[in-house]
């Protein structure tokens, strides 16, 4: 079984810290993903990573960063979170598009 | 035009109904096209896939495509209270994918 795993299920940070996002993958994925998932908006890419050290812009990239040192490792931070970054974050991977694996989200309050 | 449009529901049926749920897209170089489930509070979760046009059936669940109308759904049979979730549609082409926005159904004991 794929196993995707998110560093921590719920999360409160202050206006203003940096925050890491960390994600693990088990299964070698070349893919990893980063969503943001908020009522009546859906699922949005904020970035991906088809290799290590590699990393592409999503929709919504402004106010992140992401980190891919090693394969089955996927990062993303919050520079100065804000309150409008409160949400759900998902992570993904994916040896191709059409079978994503997501891990449990973790729900990012930012007060 | 949004490129993939799902009603959000929430759609509500009793046990043992017939679930129906669709979404209609708009990029024609989409190929593969995918259900997700998400219960509350967990990560979605794939459901099923299908390529091109055509039907796909697993168990209780039938994914239909029609390319040339550019509309994809996905059927429960004999819905059960752990159907309960909401169910996402997601089409990939051209290095695009793309998810609808959820739809939210409650099978009722």
Known sequence: DVKVTQSSRYLVKRTGEKVFLECVQDMDHENMFWYRQDPGLGLRLIYFSYDVKMKEKGDIPEGYSVSREKKERFSLILESASTNQTSMYLCASSPRQVAMYFGPGTRLTVT | ?109
């Open chain 2, 1 to 109: 035009q949004k490129e993939v449009e799902q009603d959000p529901g929430p759609l509500s049926v009793p046990e043992g109904a017939i679930v129906s749920l669709n979404c209609t897209y708009s990029n024609s170089a989409f190929q593969y096209f995918m259900w997700y489930r998400q219960y509350s509070r967990k990560g979605p979760e794939l459901l099923m896939y299908t390529y091109s046009s055509g039907n796909k059936e697993d168990g209780r669940f039938t994914a239909q495509v029609d390319k040339s109308s550019k509309y994809i759904s996905l059927f429960i049979r004999d819905s059960q209270p752990s159907d309960s979730a909401t169910y996402l549609c997601a089409m990939e082409g051209n290095n695009r994918l793309a998810f609808g926005k959820g739809n939210q159904v409650v099978v009722i004991p």
